[in-house]
């Protein structure tokens, strides 16, 4: 069975700091990992996705993820938080091919201070 | 514009009332499913559609039910809304060929209040 674990309900940075969120997976197949983000009142917005094709995943808005199956990891990182950032984040995993269904951690609601 | 659509973006009524919540998306994707999210629980699939008259259940799916009569609308419908089905709801659809690497797109979500 697929899961994902967030680490974190809620992160803070500094406007310009380094934005780090956590997720660890489980699957039972190579997995399909994803990075949605939710702004306030609008729907999931696909930041990335790693679909086997490169470790090193860029994604839009200067985001970026790791996947290191030794660690059964796919943090989320961006040099550099804009204030533009605050949102609530969160990582999924792709499950079997016929439901096709995304499982979610539970989110990062990641807030950004001027 | 590419888009999913969901009416009624909010919602508020009373345990028992029958409702449906539409959804359209213009993709002409094969795949639709809903979600529900809920406080530190992340999204959960309640069903999902792989193809038209083709539906399923997810992890939640007491107390809905589903249609795909038509390839661009998966509406939502409880029967007997109760309490316990307060919830924020995403409807997402996404291409069916090729793998589960496909980007599943999602609405602006139905916010739903069941008194």
Redesign the interface.
């Known amino acids: 069975a697929q899961s994902?674990t967030q680490l974190g309900?809620h992160v803070s940075v500094s406007e310009g700091a380094l934005v780090l969120l956590r997720c660890n997976y489980s699957s039972s197949v190579p997995p399909?990992l994803?990075w949605?983000v939710q702004y306030p009142?609008?729907?999931?917005?696909?930041l990335l996705?790693y679909?086997s094709a490169a470790t090193l995943v860029k994604g839009i808005n200067g985001f970026e993820a790791e996947f290191k199956k030794s660690e059964t990891s796919f943090h989320l990182t961006k040099p550099s938080a804009h204030m533009s950032d605050a949102a609530e984040y969160?990582c999924?995993v792709?499950?079997?091919?016929g439901?096709?269904?995304?499982t979610?951690?539970?989110?990062t609601r990641l807030q950004v201070q001027p | 514009e590419a888009q999913v659509t969901q009416n009624p973006r909010y919602l508020i009524t009373v345990t028992g009332k029958k409702l449906t919540v539409t959804c359209s998306q213009n993709m002409n994707h094969e795949y639709m499913s809903w979600y529900r999210q809920d406080p530190g629980l992340g999204l959960r699939q309640i069903y999902y559609s792989m193809n038209v008259e083709v539906t399923d259940k997810g992890d939640v799916p007491e107390g809905y039910k589903v249609s795909r009569k038509e390839k661009r609308n998966f509406p939502l419908i409880l029967e007997s809304p109760s309490p316990n089905q307060t919830s924020l709801y995403f409807c997402a659809s996404s291409l069916s060929t090729g793998t589960r690497s496909n980007e599943q797109f999602f609405g602006p979500g139905t916010r739903l209040t069941v008194l």
Do not use: E, I, P
């Open positions: 994902v309900s399909y994803f949605y009142n609008q729907g999931l917005q696909l996705k679909t969160f999924a792709s499950k079997d091919t439901r096709r269904a995304l979610f951690g539970s989110g």
